[in-house]
């Protein structure tokens, strides 16, 4: 729930709200699990670092739930605060419903209470560690994303045929 966490402490530091004004909950979640090899962990070349494995262990989808109490700003600024934040830091949201958001208005103390309710999803990637909290194919694992390592050479690999029959 690092998406989650990070957009709250955003918006506590935005508007300054007391962390006590603030609740927030991971919702209707969800777990896919997956297993996909993610490939090695190449060290720093010139280090003695062991090449470690990296691996995708699944993807977790769940609605982000925000409630704000006695939010003294106007609703409409909160939730341009939000969106700004998501296309921000959540670029990858193909497929994910769209934040939905209550505001109670306390016309007697000018304030309002607000519900949002942001889908998100986060991918559980995990490198080897033999002090990883998680045990995975006979392995120790920590949670960490992965770290993709370019191909800069490629070595003993021949030109593929075309249907036309002409090396590509």
């Given at each position: 729930?690092?998406?989650?966490?990070?957009?709250?402490?955003?918006?506590?530091?935005v508007t300054g709200l007391p962390p006590?004004?603030l609740t927030a909950f991971a919702d209707?979640?969800?777990?896919?699990?997956?297993?996909?090899?993610?490939?090695?962990?190449?060290?720093?070349?010139?280090?003695?670092?062991?090449?470690?494995?990296?691996?995708?262990?699944?993807?977790?989808?769940?609605?982000?739930?925000?409630?704000?109490?006695?939010?003294?700003?106007?609703?409409?600024?909160?939730?341009?605060?939000?969106?700004?934040?998501?296309?921000?830091?959540?670029?990858?949201?193909?497929?994910?419903?769209?934040?939905?958001?209550?505001?109670?208005?306390?016309?007697?103390?000018?304030?309002?209470?607000?519900?949002?309710?942001?889908?998100?999803?986060?991918?559980?990637?995990?490198?080897?560690?033999?002090?990883?909290?998680?045990?995975?194919?006979g392995k120790r694992w920590r949670v960490?994303?992965?770290?993709?390592?370019?191909?800069?050479?490629?070595?003993?690999?021949?030109?593929?045929?075309?249907?036309?029959?002409?090396?590509?």
């Amino acid at each position: 729930m690092r998406k989650l966490s990070a957009l709250v402490q955003h918006i506590l530091e935005v508007t300054g709200l007391p962390p006590e004004q603030l609740t927030a909950f991971a919702d209707n979640g969800a777990l896919h699990p997956i297993g996909r090899d993610r490939g090695p962990l190449r060290p720093e070349p010139g280090t003695n670092a062991p090449i470690l494995q990296q691996v995708e262990l699944g993807l977790f989808k769940y609605d982000g739930v925000i409630q704000i109490e006695r939010y003294p700003g106007d609703g409409l600024a909160f939730a341009a605060l939000v969106a700004s934040w998501l296309m921000a830091n959540d670029l990858d949201r193909d497929g994910l419903a769209d934040p939905t958001m209550n505001i109670d208005l306390n016309f007697k103390d000018g304030d309002a209470d607000l519900d949002i309710s942001v889908e998100f999803e986060e991918r559980l990637a995990a490198i080897e560690d033999p002090q990883g909290d998680i045990p995975f194919n006979g392995k120790r694992w920590r949670v960490e994303a992965p770290v993709i390592t370019p191909v800069e050479k490629l070595a003993g690999m021949k030109g593929a045929v075309s249907a036309g029959g002409s090396r590509g």
